[in-house]
């Protein structure tokens, strides 16, 4: 259910319609969103048990599809379920807490709001963002690489799965593994583009230029620039190298599939929060898609029944806290 201001002054008869809309229109801005959803992760992370729940320098980044209307400029065809939907790419750390949140639209490739989301959140620092398909892309992965991120991502084709190194014979393959090895990689292309893809990276990491349109204007659309065959050669051997950690690495393969789970389960949680899709009213701003509301709802259902646990070794130390006094009935 929608709830406007008229039905929020029909809940409290002191306040006017119109002070409601000019209050709701204030909420709506990035500022007191963001504030009030590093606020509520920040009272999830101090529980004392988010200490054993993973690492603070890993995360898992998807995309969920919300339901729209024609109206919305991001609205396309969702192609699994054929409606007009939007999406919502966030970001989960490994101690459940959603980072950062951003409106992309849904067909778009993800690899570069999953950099930048890692680099616009400030909650706490990221080293490794777990990804699916969707969530990578070579040249992504040599920009993530350069801007000091990790893309881990669960590659869907298995036949895809090959390892990709130097051309040249620079690398020596065992013969069990000379059917899987692909030699497609040019250093030297990687060492002409190296200070134009420095810059792009640069420019990333400053601000100046986003890790989304920096995925999609030096990208694949700028096929045969020195940057881009820089980008695209690394993250070939990046991708080679994660591959070899996750088949070997058990602890790596079941951190990755878990992080990548908890995020699947935290969408069906905001999908539970969210049932009704917008209005046609709704959404026509860039401030409205924003931060999304639901992300905060979703981490204050997820925080508030840690409390009693939180509050119990006070109580048994023999401070009662007034919140103590609550009692869940869950």
Same mark, same amino acid.
């Given at each position: 259910?929608?709830?406007?201001?008229?039905?929020?002054?029909?809940?409290?008869?002191?306040?006017?319609?119109?002070?409601? %809309?000019?209050?709701?229109?204030?909420?709506?801005?990035?500022?007191?969103?963001?504030?009030?959803?590093?606020?509520?992760?920040?009272?999830?992370?101090? &529980?004392?048990l988010a200490a054993?729940?993973?690492?603070?320098?890993?995360?898992?980044?998807?995309?969920?599809?919300?339901?729209?209307? =024609?109206?919305?400029?991001?609205? *396309?065809?969702?192609?699994? =379920?054929?409606?007009?939907?939007?999406?919502?790419?966030?970001?989960? +750390?490994?101690?459940?807490?959603?980072?950062?949140?951003?409106?992309?639209?849904? %067909?778009?490739?993800?690899?570069?709001?999953?950099?930048?989301?890692?680099?616009?959140?400030?909650?706490?620092?990221?080293?490794?963002?777990? %990804?699916?398909?969707?969530?990578? @892309?070579?040249?992504?992965?040599?920009?993530?690489?350069f801007v000091g991120?990790?893309?881990?991502?669960?590659?869907?084709?298995?036949?895809?799965?090959?390892? &990709?190194?130097?051309?040249?014979?620079?690398?020596?393959?065992?013969?069990?593994?000379?059917?899987?090895?692909?030699?497609?990689?040019?250093?030297?292309?990687?060492?002409?583009?190296?200070?134009?893809?420095?810059?792009?990276?640069?420019?990333?990491?400053?601000? *100046?230029?986003?890790?989304?349109?920096?995925?999609?204007?030096?990208?694949?659309?700028?096929?045969?620039?020195?940057?881009?065959?820089?980008? &695209?050669?690394?993250?070939?051997?990046?991708?080679?190298?994660?591959?070899?950690?996750?088949?070997?690495?058990?602890?790596?393969?079941?951190?990755?599939?878990?992080?990548?789970?908890?995020?699947?389960?935290?969408?069906? +949680?905001?999908?539970?929060?969210?049932?009704?899709g917008s209005r046609?009213?709704?959404?026509?701003?860039?401030?409205?898609?924003?931060?999304?509301?639901?992300?905060?709802?979703? *981490?204050?259902?997820? @925080?508030?029944?840690?409390?009693?646990?939180?509050?119990?070794?006070?109580?048994?130390?023999?401070?009662?806290?007034?919140?103590?006094?609550?009692?869940?009935?869950?």
């Amino acid at each position: 259910m929608d709830i406007g201001a008229k039905r929020l002054s029909l809940m409290a008869p002191g306040l006017s319609v119109s002070g409601l %809309t000019d209050a709701l229109q204030l909420l709506e801005e990035p500022g007191p969103l963001r504030r009030a959803n590093a606020a509520t992760v920040e009272f999830l992370q101090a &529980h004392p048990l988010a200490a054993h729940w993973g690492n603070t320098g890993d995360c898992a980044a998807d995309a969920m599809s919300l339901d729209g209307t =024609r109206h919305l400029w991001l609205a *396309r065809t969702d192609p699994k =379920r054929r409606t007009l939907s939007t999406a919502t790419y966030a970001h989960t +750390l490994a101690r459940h807490g959603i980072a950062y949140d951003q409106p992309i639209p849904i %067909t778009r490739r993800q690899d570069g709001a999953a950099i930048e989301g890692a680099l616009r959140q400030s909650v706490m620092p990221i080293r490794r963002v777990m %990804t699916d398909t969707h969530g990578y @892309s070579a040249f992504g992965m040599g920009l993530a690489k350069f801007v000091g991120v990790d893309l881990c991502p669960r590659l869907k084709s298995f036949r895809d799965r090959r390892l &990709h190194i130097p051309r040249g014979g620079r690398v020596k393959v065992p013969d069990v593994l000379k059917p899987v090895c692909l030699a497609d990689v040019s250093l030297p292309a990687i060492i002409e583009g190296w200070s134009d893809m420095s810059d792009i990276a640069d420019a990333v990491v400053g601000g *100046r230029l986003s890790a989304v349109l920096a995925c999609e204007r030096h990208g694949t659309a700028a096929r045969g620039q020195k940057g881009y065959r820089a980008g &695209h050669e690394l993250g070939l051997l990046l991708r080679t190298l994660h591959q070899c950690d996750t088949l070997s690495i058990p602890d790596f393969r079941r951190a990755t599939l878990r992080l990548l789970n908890d995020n699947e389960r935290t969408h069906t +949680l905001q999908r539970q929060i969210r049932r009704a899709g917008s209005r046609s009213q709704r959404g026509r701003r860039m401030e409205e898609l924003g931060p999304n509301p639901v992300r905060l709802r979703s *981490r204050q259902t997820s @925080s508030w029944p840690g409390t009693p646990i939180r509050c119990r070794p006070r109580s048994i130390a023999g401070e009662r806290p007034a919140s103590a006094r609550l009692r869940l009935s869950y």
